[in-house]
């Protein structure tokens, strides 16, 4: 298909916005796209640029089509943009109303120009996010997102690729990270204090409403600061956004009146597990004994081939965790899962009186998990034991087993101040601060586009 050199010119004369013309008078060069047609003589419709849109009427006919995108030269007057003069700048070769069932969320930017004030605040919130640290002393760092070792988390895959040099030979394995964390602590052991990391992370494994294999993530860490500064700074930052967004700390999200009001209350796991599952993680010491739990409460599926993890997350999922978002007093309350069993944060430092439970809690706000935190475990002894337990624990589980990251050792050897840090899902929290209830609502590209394409794009 031929198309004249007419289109397509390499710049436009536009001089101002259509909101500005609307408001100056001036005869002025505006540009967009046009999104209606109101005439036989197609001299007349309305125009849209990024915020605002137009009613405008043409001196002559045309040969426009809904889609084209145009430049209009005229003034505003008695509610109509006046036009003696116009050129086609892109013409539109097919009409974006027909992609309407499986179209692509770039595509329904389009079609509702309302979805896209969404997208103005999702990066809004990331800024204040940034300026939050920032304004704190805290240096923005980045980490690599293409590591030799990937976390080593018993229930997180990562996304596997392969380096080929300059003569195409495949030379070693590399992943996307996970998570920017051995990262971070390396550089907490060259004296960086206050370090925070706003990036993308990577995870190979479901796609849901709350689940995506590529996700925004927010960590940061503490020199000289435990889990309990880590709980402030989540409160300060959480409550200084619902400020800026929501106008205070009271807002709605999905039928439930949340109320961020600090300080945010905190329930041990073993509370949790005992409030509202019956269970007395202090009696249990073995698989057999998580094994005589679940069956005595019905989950028949379960025998001697599960993990007691496997087990804890059953039972927690099913019983706890829709429990902890049950608003209290008509409102729901942020609440701070606090204090994990060791198996179950291998990276965590232990309690001192309780050395079978770490230092780590979990936020949870209108039902939303949106981050995970830990009082760093410094020990390198002890640290790569861990590690070679959650080894042990990939492989019962047939998973891939990973090589230890010996330069996170070495930075532990080193020597790492005790520290806080904290891993946050950004795409949540915007979900909690727009009220959305699926992750796809607030990105820009969601995966699942990719894994069922709305069409194969056809050339000219």
């Known amino acids: 298909m031929s198309t004249s050199r007419k289109y397509y010119p390499a710049r436009s004369r536009r001089q101002c916005s259509i909101t500005h013309a609307k408001t100056s008078g001036d005869r002025v060069w505006i540009a967009g796209r046009v999104i209606e047609l109101g005439s036989p003589q197609k001299n007349s419709g309305i125009l849209r640029d990024e915020g605002d849109e137009i009613l405008f009427l043409l001196s002559q006919p045309t040969d426009l089509k809904i889609g084209d995108i145009i430049e209009l030269y005229g003034n505003w007057k008695d509610k109509e943009f006046l036009a003696d003069d116009y050129r086609l700048l892109t013409p539109a070769q097919k009409d974006f109303r027909q992609f309407v069932s499986g179209a692509p969320q770039w595509l329904r930017l389009l079609q509702d120009p309302e979805k896209r004030k969404i997208f103005y605040l999702r990066q809004q919130i990331i800024q204040e996010i940034r300026n939050f640290f920032l304004a704190q002393g805290f240096l923005e760092v980045d ?9 080593m988390e018993p229930y997180l895959n990562p996304f596997e690729t392969r380096f080929v040099d300059a003569n195409a030979q495949s030379l070693q394995t590399f992943y996307l990270h996970t998570s920017p964390e051995y990262a971070m602590k390396k550089l907490l052991a060259t004296g960086f204090e206050k370090i925070f990391y706003l990036g993308h992370c ?26 309990h500064h880590i709980m402030a700074d989540c409160e300060a930052l959480i409550t200084h956004l619902a400020r800026q967004i929501k106008g205070g700390f009271c807002f709605r999200y999905q039928n439930q009146e949340i109320d961020l009001t600090p300080p945010w209350p905190r329930m041990s796991v073993a509370e949790a597990m005992q409030r509202f599952a019956g269970v007395n993680l202090k009696n249990i010491r073995s698989r057999d004994d998580w094994i005589a739990v679940a069956q005595a409460k019905n989950y028949d599926t379960v025998d001697t081939n599960w993990s007691w993890e496997d087990i804890f997350f059953l039972i927690f999922l099913n019983e706890v965790e829709p429990q902890i978002a049950c608003p209290l007093a008509g409102q729901a309350r942020p609440i701070f899962l606090v204090d994990y069993p060791a198996a179950l944060a291998s990276l965590a430092k232990r309690k001192v009186d309780e050395p079978n439970f770490v230092e780590r809690f979990e936020l949870y706000i209108g039902g939303l998990e949106l981050a995970n935190a830990f009082t760093e475990l410094n020990d390198p002894k002890e640290q790569y034991q861990r590690l070679l337990h959650e080894q042990k624990v990939r492989k019962q589980l047939r998973r891939p087993v990973f090589e230890i990251d010996t330069e996170f050792i070495t930075a532990l050897e080193i020597g790492i101040p005790p520290a806080g840090g904290i891993a946050l899902g950004v795409d949540r929290l915007i979900m909690l601060l727009l009220d959305k209830s699926h992750l796809e609502d607030v990105l820009f590209f969601p995966f699942r586009q990719w894994i069922a394409s709305f069409g194969a794009v056809e050339l000219p």
């Open 202 to 227: 990577f995870r190979n494994s479901e796609v849901s409403a709350i689940h995506h294999p590529e996700f925004l993530m927010l960590e940061w860490y503490r020199a000289y600061a435990d889990y």
């Open 143 to 151: 980490a690599p997102a293409l590591v030799p070792h990937p976390g």
